[in-house]
């Protein structure tokens, strides 16, 4: 995974010019779909990702009920066109990993037991790639969520960290991904600090690992006011009442 | 899965017979259309539509590969849909449904046979080496007439193509060699009333339905009907001329968006 | 004439420690704490602490007047959508006709529309909807529009005012159904006005003033509804 790219200037500055704890710029919409029960438009550096939610709604086909409690479905695809070299449509093994431990997370703080024999049917979609996409589909799919009316106990939000020459870094950038030592990607519920999503590549000691997942842990709780801003800023207009 | 009430059917119908309908357009009046380029950096073209609330984004790839045997000078043009589940509570996850390959092959034989592409100038070296180019069509908001937003989409998309010669070490980035584009126009028949841009309600009522690409001079260069209902031959002569009216105002909106060429 | 200040709340949102109020519909409770489920409306009702959702599907209560659209008809009851997270069955014991059993078809079949009231919702959500009452009836003209649930309340009004005002202005026969479904009726451009006003209400934030807005909009002659 070494290679002679140098992703870390003398000074310590990234190739991006962030410091070590800063996050890319993330701009967060709710509401953005017309037929969806909940949607989110989401940019993370240049990821942009498009997330929607239906349900609940009756699980088909029928076998796939649960008698006890909702399933939640979630979908995480690349569009053809998100990345560098065109990525034939359709799930490869990837985006269905990626769809499983995202639709884990999800069920982990979804009411889910309110709506028995129900599925809750996330659909995650990358527009444009750029490092960190599994991170920024899991945060829309949070916002979409809220956006539909779905009870949860919390809004889940991710934010990956890595190590990059030797240093522990936050939000891994496309070369930094591509070149980097390790890639931590985490979802937290932030309102306990449980941990929904974690997987890591690459190679941490004990250590630096504490040290990524502080550090991801904290961009994880500053994604989550922007996801809450853009909630509000989507319904508190709607918040006054004239007669 | 999405019911229309019987009722809601007859009450359309009967407002098309006074001439009417349900969001006050006229027949063959289009709705508010946005259209938006340049919007994904990793593509080397892309576009995106409002039509309506119908929303569609197109990217346009672009590689090098072997031509095709019977045309060793040409570049190799291919069009692929999908209608990802967001788009609608009746679109599920899967390999592409007959509707998503239908919408594909339709817009793709409007690109295709109106020569917008020019296919020649994609050559790199003939008989071994040629420009692949690949639009992608992907369906994000479904509200009636997938056809014409993935159409005016895909050429929007078209021009603002940059050809990615640098990233292949063949000489600087240019735009893609386009000509003029055939713009589509789609219509549906309910009972033996016909209006164009359906809405949503009114394509789920649809008995048929037909698209027709025109050129900058008013000739065709491609048609499909879909649905299981039928046609007169007179109504099909209507349809074409209307298609050809709304296809100038369209090609005005669409010059006006890529800058005019 | 008061402008009430609406408080929109996020879920995982800390609303009041469980001793000084109570949990009620659309919370949780963690901790001795009392939290928001949903992105809704707080409001307090007797020392309840209740999020009423802002968006999402319908959720069927007891008692409710829903307009169902029939989906298929059994051997002795038919299946409805009632635009909720289940469909809801409607027994043939709970329809004014008798009902000779696999007649069903002969008196709903799919796609005719009703006037229903939810009958029963059991614990694991089964829906039974009703139309034995007589107010309730199979829908045979008029049309029917779906709106967002969560806005029925602002379309009908405090103690119906809004409906009631666009009645009064377009002379259509209205009716709001709980599940987000409204049935109009009325000459076209009387239901043509009735759906741009609803429209604008699901749309505009219902700012100061909306309402005076709305009776502008209604009073107007407007000449958007086209000839050919």
Not at chain 1, 65 to 79: D, F, G, H
Not at chain 2, 101 to 109: G, S
Not at chain 2, 224 to 240: P, T
Request: aromatic share 6%; net charge negative.
């Amino acid at each position: 995974m070494k290679s002679d790219v140098e992703l870390l200037t003398a000074e310590g500055k990234r190739l991006d010019g962030r410091s070590f704890d800063e996050l890319r710029k993330v701009t967060i919409e709710a509401g953005v779909l017309h037929r969806a029960d909940g949607s989110c438009y989401l940019e993370w550096g240049g990821n942009k990702v498009l997330a929607a939610v239906y349900g609940p709604r009756e699980a088909i086909p029928r076998h796939t009920q649960n008698p006890l409690r909702a399933i939640v479905s979630a979908r995480y695809n690349m569009a053809a066109f998100s990345v560098e070299d065109r990525k034939r449509p359709g799930p490869d093994r990837r985006s269905r990993e990626i769809s499983k431990v995202i639709s884990d997370a999800l069920e982990r703080i979804v009411f889910t037991e309110e709506y028995p024999r129900a599925s809750i049917d996330v659909n995650m979609e990358v527009l444009d790639a750029e490092a960190g996409t599994r991170c920024a589909a899991l945060t829309a799919a949070g916002v979409a969520l809220a956006d539909a009316g779905i009870p949860m106990a919390d809004i889940p939000v991710a934010c990956a960290s890595g190590k990059i020459g030797g240093k522990v870094v936050l939000d891994l950038g496309k070369e930094e991904d591509n070149f980097g030592d390790a890639d931590l990607p985490v979802a937290i519920a932030p309102r306990t600090g449980e941990i929904l999503l974690l997987q890591m590549d690459g190679h941490l000691t004990v250590d630096e690992f504490n040290q990524a997942l502080d550090l991801a842990m904290k961009g994880c709780y500053t994604v989550s006011e922007i996801q809450k801003q853009a909630l509000l800023h989507k319904y508190q207009d709607i918040a006054e009442e004239g007669t | 899965m999405t019911l229309t009430p019987s009722i809601k059917r007859e009450y359309i119908i009967n407002l098309g017979r006074q001439g009417k309908r349900m969001d006050n357009r006229e027949f063959h009046e289009f709705r508010n259309i946005k259209l938006e380029t340049n919007v994904v950096k990793k593509a080397e073209g892309s576009a995106r539509i409002h039509l309506g609330n119908t929303q569609v984004m197109v990217g346009i790839k672009m590689d090098v590969g072997e031509p095709y045997p019977d045309t060793p000078d040409s570049g190799v043009l291919t069009t692929a849909a999908e209608l990802i589940p967001m788009a609608s509570p009746d679109f599920e996850a899967g390999p592409p449904r007959e509707e998503a390959i239908e919408l594909a092959r339709v817009v793709d034989r409007g690109v295709r046979e109106s020569e917008v592409v020019d296919v020649e100038k994609l050559c790199i070296e003939p008989g071994e080496k040629v420009w692949i180019l690949f639009i992608d069509i992907h369906i994000l908001d479904y509200d009636g007439n997938l056809f014409d937003a993935a159409s005016l989409a895909t050429l929007a998309a078209l021009y603002s193509t940059t050809v990615p010669a640098e990233r292949f070490e063949l000489g600087d980035d240019y735009p893609l060699p386009l000509r003029e584009p055939p713009i589509s126009c789609t219509s549906i028949k309910m009972d033996d009333i016909i209006i164009f841009d359906p809405s949503l309600d009114e394509e789920l009522i649809a008995d048929a339905r037909l698209t027709v690409a025109t050129d900058v001079n008013g000739d065709i260069r491609a048609m499909q009907k879909g649905l299981n209902g039928s046609y007169s031959k007179e109504e099909i002569q209507k349809i074409i001329k209307a298609s050809v009216d709304n296809g100038r105002h369209l090609r005005e909106l669409l010059k006006q968006t890529i800058g005019g060429k | 004439m008061s402008k009430e200040q609406r408080n929109v709340v996020l879920p995982s949102q800390e609303l009041a420690p469980v001793g000084e109020k109570k949990a009620g519909r659309g919370t949780f409770v963690e901790n001795g704490k009392i939290y928001s489920q949903h992105l809704g409306i707080l409001n307090d009702r007797s020392g309840f602490l209740n999020v009423v959702p802002l968006t999402g599907r319908y959720s069927p209560v007891e008692g409710d007047f829903v307009i169902g659209v029939v989906i298929e008809a059994m051997a002795s009851s038919w299946l409805v959508d009632i635009n909720a997270p289940y469909p809801a069955l409607l027994h043939v014991n709970e329809v004014p006709w008798t009902v000779d059993f696999g007649d069903t078809e002969k008196y709903l079949n799919h796609g005719d529309s009703v006037m229903a009231k939810v009958l029963q919702v059991d614990e694991a959500k089964k829906l039974n909807i009703t139309l034995k009452d007589r107010n309730l009836y199979k829908i045979r003209n008029g049309n029917i529009i779906d709106v967002e649930p969560s806005k029925v309340p602002r379309i009908i009004g405090r103690k119906g005012s809004m409906i009631s005002l666009i009645k009064q202005y377009t002379r259509a026969r209205i009716f709001v159904g709980q599940n987000g479904r409204v049935w109009i009726d009325g000459d076209e451009t009387g239901v043509a006005k009735v759906i741009q006003v609803i429209r604008l209400i699901e749309e505009e934030s219902l700012s100061f003033g909306l309402t005076n807005k709305i009776e502008e909009l209604l009073k107007n002659d407007t000449k958007d509804v086209q000839k050919k």
